[in-house]
T-cell receptor, first 113, second 112 residues
């Protein structure tokens, strides 16, 4: 059982559409991170959310941390083919001192031109 | 130049062979990690190190060993490779307050 559950697992959409992907847990996290991974490369950090209810924007990407710090979402506005990739959420589980990160299984996004 | 480098990038080997994957970083971070990635399972932690003298097992350390030769170098060994160790392997470093991870480009390992 994954401590961080991501949904959906796969998403295929047309260029210009909006989408939201989710990261959920039954545990409280002090912070959550989102990464994007492209084929043949390592994951790249997009953002870290720290405060419950926090919203961060990165161009067309909007990240939200749930009020209870058990979940997070990533919303992409007007998706482009360059957004294609594997989106991973990650965080340090409670009781690990903050230096041991676990990852969700990811949402694989494909944006068709 | 890349901050985190891994060698080799691709490796095909046979069951029973000893394999070493190497990782170097120029970020100056103390914390280094080895992960394994399999389709549908995300990244699983194999080993992690907070400094040269501090090595810790992750969730899936069986069949693997590591060596932290210096602050900048962290290698992963498979003493006797088996086919179910076929996967993508990533090295990462961390130096931030929230343990943000900086990954290398990965090694694709195939064990026949």
């Amino acid at each position: 059982t994954q401590l961080l559950e991501q949904s959906p697992q796969f998403l295929s959409i047309q260029e210009g559409e909006n989408l939201t992907v989710y990261c959920n847990s039954s545990s409280v996290f002090s912070s959550l991170q989102w990464y994007r991974q492209e084929p043949g490369e390592g994951p790249v950090l997009l953002v870290t959310v720290v405060t419950g209810g926090e919203v961060k924007k990165l161009k067309r990407l909007t990240f939200q941390f749930g009020d209870a710090r058990k979940d997070s979402s990533l919303h992409i506005t007007a998706a482009q083919p360059g957004d294609t990739g594997l989106y991973l959420c990650a965080g340090a589980p409670p009781g690990t001192g903050g230096f041991k990160t676990i990852f969700g299984a990811g949402t694989r996004l494909f944006v068709k031109a | 130049d890349a901050d985190v480098t891994q060698t080799p990038r691709n490796r095909i080997t046979k069951t029973g062979k000893r394999i070493m994957l190497e990782c170097s970083q120029t970020k100056g971070h103390d914390r280094m990690y080895w992960y394994r990635q399999d389709p549908g399972l995300g990244l699983q932690l194999i080993y992690y190190s907070f400094d040269v003298k501090d090595i810790n097992k992750g969730e899936i350390s069986d069949g693997y060993s590591v060596s932290r030769q210096a602050q900048a170098k962290f290698s992963l060994s498979l003493e006797s490779a088996i086919p179910n160790q076929t996967a993508l392997y990533f090295c990462a470093t961390s130096g931030g307050s929230y343990n943000e991870q900086f990954f290398g480009p990965g090694t694709r390992l195939t064990v026949l």
